[in-house]
């Protein structure tokens, strides 16, 4: 009788301590999000008692989410989510700090990025299921695609240069985003089963037309991104070395051309390294300001609202990070760059026990794309590498970007065995 007891007793105070665990997390992130709203609510002239209620309503919000997906839906882990908590939270507390009335747009882009996830991660759970429907979306998606440039090329018009910005209702999107989300859906999906000559083909005809639209689109960030993610996708799925170099020696010729055919983008190349030279004109004057800037944070920063940077243009987008180095200073940046890493390492590790190939590629490939884009903004504002103009993934402002980024962690936390107890609990 004893030793029947004993068992059930110890797995009784696993799962208590576990709840524990996770409610002293939330405790954690909550004081660290009251202590960064206390300046923008107190001392911020500009913020109305409603902003910053709403500021305190996402707290409130991620406990309320998370209780509710424990009771009622019985999950047990909420690693990224409590880290996409933690980076929307900063995101939400700067875009209101600099602009209070887009606080609305964010927050309710943070909840239809949750709401997203969701569906998505319930959706991704049959196999099967998502296998029917890669070549639809596959057509659906380059006919969106190509649709979109032709109305933003011909009707909308550019936007600061780039012809990626949709305007629906009063409502700007990005369908690049969106396309993110698709890409990695069809290329998972795909090369899933046997590497066949058919479904190898049929991907790189649409992973083509995914890198080319973003070109003539003049959103050059976009399409190293889908270039760098279907060079995930391709190695794991064959593994073949000399393919992926062959590839990579094709995208550096197609690199060549651009540059030689398109002198915005060889402009920003000329400009690369080259910052200081030309710090007040528009080849530097961002990048300069952000390395100034970032360094006078020191370690604990400037204090919310008290930085210079913000003042510069797309401090809340392109330039977000280098807002967070002054203001919050260089740790909770670090933090920022450690939470990508950590996402990366949850994705490796949940691909080798995952129980299908499907989603071993698609949390890679998923995990991949945040983390080279979280690359190429990060190096980019700081002279690293060339300035393409991404977001931030979670921190940047921007609805589109973060609906993208809650539904890329779908793919992520799909391939957790965990998020399926009841439909993998004998694999």
């Known amino acids: 009788m004893k030793t029947e007891k004993k068992p059930a007793y110890r797995e009784r105070l696993r ?7 996770r409610a002293f997390i939330l405790f954690l992130l909550s004081i660290f999000q009251f202590f960064t709203y206390l300046p923008v609510i107190f001392h911020d002239e500009k913020v109305f008692p409603l902003q910053a209620l709403m500021l305190v309503g996402y707290t409130l919000f991620e406990w309320l989410y998370v209780f509710v997906m424990h009771v009622f839906f019985k999950k047990v882990n909420f690693e990224l989510e409590f880290i996409a908590f933690f980076l929307c939270g900063i995101g939400l507390c700067v875009t209101t700090s600099v602009s209070p009335t887009t606080i ?14 969701d569906i998505l991660l319930w959706f991704l759970q049959d196999v099967n299921r998502v296998m029917k429907l890669r070549l639809p979306l596959a057509v659906f998606t380059l006919l969106f695609f190509g649709a979109c440039f032709v109305y933003i090329r011909f009707i909308v018009g550019p936007k600061n240069g780039a012809y990626n910005w949709l305007y629906l209702g009063g409502v700007s999107i990005q369908p690049a985003e969106l396309v993110k989300i698709a890409f990695i859906f ?3 999906a795909s090369l899933d089963k046997l590497l066949t000559a058919k479904n190898s083909y049929l991907y790189i005809v649409f992973a083509l037309g995914c890198i080319g639209i973003p ?3 003049r959103d050059m960030g976009t399409a190293l991104i889908f270039l ?3 060079i995930i996708i391709a190695f794991m799925r064959s593994g073949d070395i000399r393919s992926i170099l ?3 020696a094709i995208a550096v010729v197609g690199a060549v051309i651009v540059i030689a055919l398109k002198p915005y983008v060889a402009n920003r190349f000329m400009a690369y390294r080259h910052v200081w030279e030309n710090s007040d004109n528009s080849g530097g004057y961002q990048q300069v300001r952000t390395l100034i800037y970032c360094v006078s944070g020191g370690l604990f920063g400037l204090g919310l609202g008290n930085g210079k940077l913000r003042d510069i243009f797309a401090s809340t987008t392109d330039l977000v990070f280098g807002v967070v180095c002054e ?9 920022i760059v450690i939470c990508f890493a950590v996402i990366a390492i949850y994705a490796v590790v949940n691909s080798k026990s995952a129980p299908s190939t499907f989603y071993s590629i698609a949390a890679c490939s998923a995990a991949a794309m945040l983390l080279f884009q979280t690359s190429l903004n990060i190096f980019g504002i700081t002279d690293l590498l060339p300035l393409t103009g991404v977001t931030l993934p979670f921190v940047s402002q921007g609805g ?9 962690f779908a793919f992520i936390k799909a391939a957790d065995v965990r998020a399926y107890p009841k439909v993998f609990k004998n694999s």
């Open 246 to 248: 062959f590839i990579c």
């Open 215 to 217: 070109v003539l689109m």
């Open 186 to 188: 069809v290329g998972a």
């Open 327 to 335: 203001e919050f200073g260089m740790i909770v940046a670090f933090c």
């Open 104 to 117: 609305v747009t964010q927050l309710v882009s943070v909840i239809l990025g949750i709401i997203v996830y």
């Open 15 to 21: 799962k208590k301590y576990k709840y524990v665990d």
């Open 400 to 408: 589109s970007s973060m609906i993208c980024s809650w539904a890329l």
């Open 228 to 230: 760098f993610t279907f």
